[in-house]
């Protein structure tokens, strides 16, 4: 089961860019690299996933070296309804659905 | 909208009462999922439903039961609970045909145990 390590806040102005990395140092062959996005209140928001490299679609990009050991979720020009949690997750279907939930980042934005 | 609802949206009980969550998707996805959201915590994995097969997490209580009748409906059968079960619960979908794993998450219901 790979554990995951993010920082537990980030703070950043509007119109800036976000930069997110999660730390997944045991991270197995099958697994996928899936980030969230929760507001209080709501069920998480699913943003982005790779495998892989680079991934960008039209709200965030992710960046995974190499050795697939940690990932960076990349905000571009964050406005302040981009203020949220932000949950990196790895696992795999095949591993009895054990995916591994990080603890989450609270991004806040300000004015 | 995810295209899966939750209700109740809040929910307060005694610990000697006995109620349900309910769950549904819209998606015509294949497995379900309950989750647990606490304080400050992660999010903790109770339960997956995943084309009629049962598979769940060990370290959760007997006192929660899920039930899958159908593959668009799910439920957490509440009964004798504690006070440290107040919680944010969360239900998700996907599409297990897939390699990627992704989920759509409900509103979630908001508990308090009393």
């Known amino acids: 089961l790979a554990k995951t390590t993010q920082p537990i806040s980030m703070d950043s102005y509007e119109g800036q860019e976000v930069n997110i990395t999660c730390s997944h140092n045991n991270i197995a062959t099958n697994d996928y690299i899936t980030w969230y996005q929760q507001f209080p209140s709501q069920g998480p928001r699913f943003i982005i996933q790779g495998y892989k490299t680079k991934v960008t679609n039209e709200v965030a990009s992710l960046f995974i070296p190499a050795d697939r050991k940690s990932s960076t979720l990349s905000l571009p020009r964050v406005s302040l309804s981009d203020t949220a949690v932000y949950y990196c997750?790895?696992?795999?279907?095949?591993?009895?659905?054990?995916?591994?939930f990080g603890a989450g980042t609270t991004v806040t934005v300000r004015a | 909208e995810t295209g899966v609802t939750q209700t109740p949206r809040h929910l307060v009980m005694g610990m000697t009462n006995k109620k349900s969550l309910k769950c549904e998707q819209h998606l015509g996805h294949n497995a379900m999922y309950w989750y647990k959201q606490s304080a400050k915590k992660p999010l903790e994995l109770m339960f997956v439903?995943?084309?009629?097969?049962?598979?769940e997490n060990n370290s959760v209580p007997s006192r929660f039961s899920p039930e899958c009748p159908n593959s668009s409906h799910l439920f957490l059968h509440l009964h004798t609970l504690q006070p440290e079960d107040s919680a944010l619960y969360l239900c998700a979908s996907s599409q297990v045909e897939r390699e990627e794993e992704t989920q759509y998450f409900g509103p979630g219901t908001r508990l308090l145990v009393l």
């Open positions: 439903y995943s084309l009629e097969e049962r598979v």
């Open positions: 997750l790895v696992g795999d279907r095949g591993n009895d659905y054990k995916l591994s």
